[in-house]
């Protein structure tokens, strides 16, 4: 990939990524080209571990297995893990190929990097026996620790169970409740991957095309249902409310950029300078983003939401399967094992 022209966000279609190339909201399309990236880097190595990940990760989102709801937050969607696994696969391949790396990673870590990626969200999936909760975005303030105990039992099924707990440690540079620095990884290559998957979190989104639409239309909702945010007139807003309304989310989302941009450079080991290997000394991901960020400032100085006019995709957990579609076994982690994670949630 070389012109910038071939990630023009006027000629992008709005279910596909900054490349217009993978339709993110096709399972099967973005688990191509993860495997695509797995095989070009190692060609001995297997593949079947990567598709087994993107299958099961479908069928949860869908209520499929046993145990789980279908997801229900319209934000963090299947298209927004998608994107955060095909990012992540992106900034891997790119480091790998990176002159003076100083540790390879090899297949069995990127494979790693692309379970967690795929599974960093599974914390806003509701238990079919939670009677507690009427929307996963009530999770939103403690979804990570609530995927790091899935992706624990998770990784023991596919076969990684000495990653297991390096899983549950990684899944938390997706998040903020615990500090990146403070967060307690078996060695530094972990905490590389962490960086890059963290980065992926934050740019997939981001540089989304229709990124703003989804902050008022999606995320806004979703703060509401998790407490961070309060909808309506009234009392002055209690502890932890930062938002008041749509209108206030998206006048802040610059600001919440330039914090983004501190995370990913001080915090996140600047990774997000891996996508430059595989775009030709380039960064599109850092380039929409900052032309998604350009616009919500013409939006806040204009004030008038009417300018956002992109059309999302469905928020649905529609989109082919990576593999067909099997029954998930007994022993899959988190599915009989569910009631475990929503007890302790």
């Keep these: ?29 973005v688990r191509q080209e993860v495997c695509r990236v797995l ?7 297997s593949s079947a571990p990567v598709s087994r990940a993107f299958s099961d990760c479908v069928l949860l989102y869908r209520g499929e297995g046993p145990g789980y709801r279908a997801c229900d937050t319209a934000y963090h969607n299947l298209q927004h893990v998608l994107d955060v696994a095909l990012a992540t696969a992106r900034l891997m391949d790119g480091y790998e190929r990176a002159a003076g790396r100083w ?19 599974i914390g806003y999936l ?10 996963g975005a009530e999770y939103t303030l403690r979804h990570v620790s609530r995927g790091a105990r899935f992706l624990e039992r998770y990784m023991r099924d596919i076969g990684l169970p000495d990653l297991a707990h390096a899983a549950g440690r990684i899944i938390h540079f997706t998040g903020y409740e615990i500090p990146v620095a403070d967060i307690e990884v078996p060695s530094p290559v972990f905490r590389l991957i ?26 806004f909702p979703e703060f509401v249902a998790g407490g961070l945010a309060r909808s309506g007139l009234g009392a002055t807003p209690a502890p932890g409310v930062l938002f008041i309304s749509a209108e206030d989310l ?24 891996y996508f430059e290997a595989g775009f030709a000394g380039q960064n599109p991901y ?12 013409k939006v806040a100085m204009k004030g008038d939401l009417a300018l956002l006019r992109r059309v999302p995709p469905p928020s649905g957990v529609g989109g082919a399967l990576a ?21 302790v949630a």
């Design 39 to 45: 095989l070009n880097l190692y060609p001995d190595a």
């Design 286 to 297: 850092l380039d929409v983003a900052g032309k998604n960020i350009r616009y919500a400032e």
């Design 103 to 121: 540790q390879p990673l090899g297949a069995r870590l990127f494979t790693f990097g692309i379970v967690v990626a795929l599974f960093h969200d």
């Design 250 to 273: 998206l006048r802040k989302t610059p600001a919440f950029y330039g914090t983004a941009l501190d995370r990913l450079n001080a915090q996140l080991g600047a990774a997000c300078h």
């Design 1 to 29: 990939m070389g012109a910038a022209e071939s990630w023009d966000t006027a000629a992008r279609r709005s279910e596909y990524d900054v490349t217009n190339r993978v339709r993110t909201t096709d399972s099967y399309a």
């Design 194 to 219: 962490g960086n890059m998957l963290g980065t992926a979190d934050i740019l997939a989104q981001m540089a989304d095309r229709c990124y703003l639409e989804k902050c008022r239309d999606r995320l």
């Design 126 to 135: 509701r238990h079919r026996n939670d009677v507690r909760h009427s929307n």
């Design 323 to 343: 593999e067909p579609p099997r029954r998930m076994a007994a022993q899959d982690p988190g599915i009989e094992q569910g009631r475990a994670l929503n007890s």
